[in-house]
């Protein structure tokens, strides 16, 4: 699966829109985007994936760049509830995608 | 609907003991996945369940042994506790949907900590 980058911390003031980047300059034709995210000391969640359309859901939105090196996730009115540890996570589509790896994440910060 | 329940919440072992951690889900997933998650690191696979039946080594097994025991359950035993088995472990299932993507649904975990 391709490696992603993504920076390790980020603020956000609440009620505005929070924009998380993640570079996965290697992914291949078939791999997809995952985003998940972790609020301290719970499991992780599942927020949204994507193959190379932009896709939005009730949580979030994921813009993937046209060459897919790249992706941003949207939380459009970030709340402090959104305060979490945020994954990028590249992962293909056949045999082998039960694997997610997790890297360290970005902690979002979102202030009053 | 419970989604992915995991038990015990909180365990102390001294070096050497053995246990069993339990995970059980009711949204009948196919795949079931055991996770562990030291201080300030991502999340590291430790063995999977692709199917009911079948398990595989993730990326560190070494140290465990798990057990599909039916669709719903998936334990994963320590044998002999060391101390750098310390760690928050995560069970999470999941079924791939026809467009061959996997999400996962994680449990609330189990913090275990060897003396």
């Known amino acids: 699966d391709a490696k992603t980058t993504q920076p390790p911390s980020m603020d956000c003031a609440e009620g505005r829109a929070a924009n998380l980047p993640c570079n996965h300059s290697?992914?291949?034709?078939?791999?997809?985007v995952y985003w998940y995210r972790q609020i301290h000391s719970q499991g992780p969640q599942y927020i949204i994936h994507?193959?190379?359309n932009n896709e939005t859901n009730e949580m979030a939105s994921l813009i993937i760049t046209e060459d897919r090196k790249s992706s941003t996730l949207i939380l459009p009115h970030a709340t402090l509830r959104d305060t979490a540890v945020y994954y990028c996570?590249?992962?293909?589509?056949?045999?082998?995608?039960?694997?997610?790896?997790f890297g360290k994440g970005t902690l979002l910060t979102v202030n009053p | 609907n419970a989604g992915v329940t995991q038990t015990p919440k909180f365990q102390v072992l001294k070096t050497g003991q053995s246990m069993t951690l339990q995970c059980a889900q009711d949204?009948?997933?196919?795949?079931m996945y055991w996770y562990r998650q030291d201080p300030g690191m991502g999340l590291r696979l430790i063995y999977y369940?692709?199917?009911?039946?079948?398990?595989d080594k993730g990326e560190v097994p070494n140290g465990y042994n798990v057990s599909r025991l039916n669709k719903r359950e998936f334990s994963l035993r320590l044998e002999s506790a060391a101390p750098s088995q310390t760690s928050v472990y995560f069970c999470?299932?999941?079924?791939?949907?026809?467009?061959?993507?996997?999400?996962?649904?994680f449990g609330p975990g189990t913090r275990l900590t060897v003396l």
């Open positions: 290697t992914i291949s034709g078939n791999e997809y």
């Open positions: 994507g193959l190379k």
């Open positions: 999470a299932s999941s079924s791939k949907r026809t467009s061959g993507t996997n999400e996962q649904f």
């Open positions: 996570i590249v992962s293909g589509s056949g045999g082998s995608n039960y694997k997610l790896t």
């Open positions: 949204m009948n997933h196919n795949s």
């Open positions: 369940s692709a199917s009911e039946g079948t398990t």
